[in-house]
């Protein structure tokens, strides 16, 4: 028999043969039957091509070749244990993986710096790899295993795949301080439609321009607005909009995070338009790991202190 070839449960049977020199105390401790253990050690005496153990008075002594393989057997073992150890009591603090996660820009805006700080502190040996992806796009990384997960804003449900919502965005306008589309609201009587499409507009989309809930809400009323220019990140959109009278809509939380750095001011838009989740996605095959679960706690955790 080749040795790939062997029954992995008979290298148990020989450890604790070899720590009892004894089949009964074997199948004791094995909760095995004395005619399975000596089956067990017929097997694998066959498979070695070596006694391994000989009877001798009351107890059994090993040959040569049992002595010099048991340390490396006993190696194997303790991994084993050390391993499915791991699965039940996980430590994040011993973790040593890569952990990959697609996200879209607006979502690694919002919550990647979060994440590395809480993985800096809980799992220090982890490391991240931010991948450009979308769930819409890109789902079918998770069935090839190539992502752990995938975060960004959903719109659809995904078959097949697990999926909890870590956001609800809505959207506000974010405009330069000193924009007059603002000065012409300071009465509280808040930004009006008219002005609203009076102003031009800027758009991020890596697809160039395409009409969105905004458009859809406008033609409702009978309004358009005039999209001046689409530009393809978000990181850029801080330098279009200061000093200009540009208007963008984004969602409420990151339009807070780049508002005041940029000298830039958010407000209500004057029609109701629909916002949407970020959620994360994942394979049902990963629900169980420990470790999988800990990282979706951790975004989940992040999540909530925004």
């Given amino acids: ?10 290298l148990r049977v020989f450890d604790v043969l070899m720590e009892e020199r004894s089949v009964s105390r074997a199948a004791a401790r094995l909760d095995l039957t004395q005619s399975s253990t000596s089956n067990a ?19 059994m002594v090993p040959t040569r070749s049992a002595v010099e393989l048991w340390p490396h057997v006993q190696s194997a073992l303790r991994q084993i ?5 791991a699965l039940v009591r996980f430590d994040p ?44 796009n ?38 330069d301080a000193d ?32 009409p969105g809930n905004v458009d859809a809400g406008l033609h409702k009323i009978g309004c358009r607005r005039e999209v001046a220019a689409t530009i393809p990140s978000y ?15 984004l969602g409420h939380r990151l339009a807070g995070k780049v508002a005041a750095p940029a000298g830039l001011k958010t407000f209500a838009l004057p029609l109701d338009v629909p916002g949407f989740d970020i959620a994360m996605l994942w394979h049902p095959r990963n629900t169980t ?11 989940r955790e992040v999540c909530s202190r925004l």
């Fill in 1 to 10: 028999m080749k040795h790939s070839q062997l029954d992995l449960n008979l």
């Fill in 41 to 59: 050690l017929d097997r694998l005496r066959r498979a070695l091509g070596d006694r391994v153990l000989e009877r001798e008075g009351n107890g």
């Fill in 81 to 85: 244990d050390m391993g499915l150890e």
């Fill in 93 to 136: 603090s011993r973790l040593r993986q890569t952990l990959s996660i697609g996200i879209d820009e607006y979502s690694l805006t919002l919550i990647g710096g979060g994440l590395m700080a809480a993985l800096k502190e809980k799992a220090p040996h982890a490391k991240l790899s931010f991948l450009s992806a979308m769930p819409l």
């Fill in 138 to 175: 890109d789902a079918e990384q998770l069935f090839a295993g190539a992502l752990d997960l995938i975060v960004g804003p959903v719109w659809q449900s995904f078959p097949g795949l697990e999926r909890a919502v870590l956001l609800h965005e809505t959207f506000v306008g974010l405009a």
């Fill in 179 to 210: 924009h007059p589309l603002l000065q012409s609201a300071k009465d509280n009587s808040g930004v009006s439609v008219e002005d609203y499409v009076r102003f031009p507009h800027l758009l991020v989309s890596q697809r160039g321009f395409v």
């Fill in 235 to 249: 990181a850029s959109a801080p330098a279009f909009l200061s000093g200009s009278e540009l208007i963008l809509n």
């Fill in 289 to 299: 790991s420990k470790s999988h679960h800990w990282l979706r706690e951790v975004i």
